[in-house]
C-alpha cells in the first residue's frame, strides 16, 4: 500500500513571506497527486492536481503555485502569503483514474498565517 | 456540474446508539463513484468505502453499513453500536468517471459520541 508523507506538520508563517510544503509518495509509481485545502475545519478544496511529472491542473485562482519536479513529489509554493491562506494542507495520491480509484491522503500541514 | 449535500452538520450521540449519516448528491453522468472517508482529530482523512454506480447493493464491514439508492441520490452510512472512537468528521464524496475527474466532496458531517 502506499503511504504519504507532507511536511512540515505544522508552520507559522508572517503575511507576505513565501511558502513551500512537500509532499512525496511511496509505495506507487505514476500516481495522480492532489492538494486541497481544509478551511475552518471543514469542507475540502481541491487546489491543484498533476497526472504526471510537469503537468499541473489548477482548480483554483489563487496566489499559490503547484509543481511537479519527480514522479511522486508534489510542491506547493506561494511567493507571497495571505492571511486567507491560513489551514490545513492535505496531499493525496490516486492510481489511475481519480474517479475510479479512492485518494490516500497523507497527514497534512496546518498553516497559519499572521 | 456534481454536488454532495451532507445536510447533518453536527451529530451527538451516546455510546451504542446507532446513528446514520446523510449523503446526497447530484451527478449528469450515469457512470459516477461515491466514497466516504473519516477525518479524525488528527487531521489524516481515512478511506472508508467506494462503490460504482451500476452496483446498489448495500455493505456491511463490521459495524458500518451503507445504503446506496440511485432513485433518491442518496448514500448514506451507518454505524451500529456507536463507540468512542468513533467520533470524527465524515465526509462523503463523488467523481465522475471520466478523463481525470476529481472528487467532489460534501461538507462533512461531525460525529460526537460520548461515553
Same mark, same amino acid.
Given at each position: 500500500?502506499?503511504?504519504?508523507?507532507?511536511?512540515?506538520?505544522?508552520?507559522?508563517?508572517?503575511?507576505?513571506?513565501?511558502?513551500?510544503?512537500?509532499?512525496?509518495?511511496?509505495?506507487?509509481?505514476?500516481?495522480?497527486?492532489?492538494?486541497?485545502?481544509?478551511?475552518?475545519?471543514?469542507?475540502?478544496?481541491?487546489?491543484?492536481?498533476?497526472?504526471?511529472?510537469?503537468?499541473?491542473?489548477?482548480?483554483?485562482?489563487?496566489?499559490?503555485?503547484?509543481?511537479?519536479?519527480?514522479?511522486?513529489?508534489?510542491?506547493?509554493?506561494?511567493?507571497?502569503?495571505?492571511?486567507?491562506?491560513?489551514?490545513?494542507?492535505?496531499?493525496?495520491?490516486?492510481?489511475?483514474?481519480?474517479?475510479?480509484?479512492?485518494?490516500?491522503?497523507?497527514?497534512?500541514?496546518?498553516?497559519?498565517?499572521? | 456540474?456534481?454536488?454532495?449535500?451532507?445536510? !447533518?452538520? $453536527? #451529530? @451527538?450521540?451516546?455510546?451504542?446508539?446507532?446513528?446514520?449519516?446523510?449523503?446526497?448528491?447530484?451527478?449528469?453522468?450515469? &457512470?459516477?463513484?461515491?466514497?466516504?472517508?473519516?477525518?479524525?482529530?488528527?487531521?489524516?482523512?481515512?478511506?472508508?468505502?467506494?462503490?460504482?454506480?451500476?452496483?446498489? !447493493?448495500? $455493505? #456491511? @464491514?463490521?459495524?458500518?453499513?451503507?445504503?446506496?439508492?440511485?432513485?433518491?441520490?442518496?448514500?448514506?452510512?451507518?454505524? &451500529?453500536?456507536?463507540?468512542?472512537?468513533?467520533?470524527?468528521?465524515?465526509?462523503?464524496?463523488?467523481?465522475?468517471?471520466?478523463?481525470?475527474?476529481?472528487?467532489?466532496?460534501?461538507?462533512?458531517?461531525?460525529?460526537?459520541?460520548?461515553?
Amino acid at each position: 500500500s502506499q503511504t504519504i508523507h507532507q511536511w512540515p506538520a505544522t508552520l507559522v508563517q508572517p503575511v507576505g513571506s513565501p511558502l513551500s510544503l512537500e509532499c512525496t509518495v511511496e509505495g506507487t509509481s505514476n500516481p495522480n497527486l492532489y492538494w486541497y485545502r481544509q478551511a475552518a475545519g471543514r469542507g475540502l478544496q481541491l487546489l491543484f492536481y498533476s497526472v504526471g511529472i510537469g503537468q499541473i491542473s489548477s482548480e483554483v485562482p489563487q496566489n499559490l503555485s503547484a509543481s511537479r519536479p519527480q514522479d511522486r513529489q508534489f510542491i506547493l509554493s506561494s511567493k507571497k502569503l495571505l492571511l486567507s491562506d491560513s489551514g490545513f494542507y492535505l496531499c493525496a495520491s490516486a492510481q489511475g483514474l481519480a474517479g475510479v480509484n479512492e485518494q490516500f491522503f497523507g497527514p497534512g500541514t496546518r498553516l497559519t498565517v499572521l | 456540474a456534481q454536488k454532495v449535500t451532507q445536510a !447533518q452538520t $453536527e #451529530i @451527538s450521540v451516546v455510546e451504542k446508539e446507532d446513528v446514520t449519516l446523510d449523503c446526497v448528491y447530484e451527478t449528469r453522468d450515469t &457512470t459516477y463513484y461515491l466514497f466516504w472517508y473519516k477525518q479524525p482529530p488528527s487531521g489524516e482523512l481515512v478511506f472508508l468505502i467506494r462503490r460504482n454506480s451500476f452496483d446498489e !447493493q448495500n $455493505e #456491511i @464491514s463490521g459495524r458500518y453499513s451503507w445504503n446506496f439508492q440511485k432513485s433518491t441520490s442518496s448514500f448514506n452510512f451507518t454505524i &451500529t453500536a456507536s463507540q468512542v472512537v468513533d467520533s470524527a468528521v465524515y465526509f462523503c464524496a463523488l467523481s465522475e468517471a471520466r478523463g481525470y475527474s476529481t472528487l467532489t466532496f460534501g461538507k462533512g458531517t461531525m460525529l460526537l459520541v460520548s461515553p
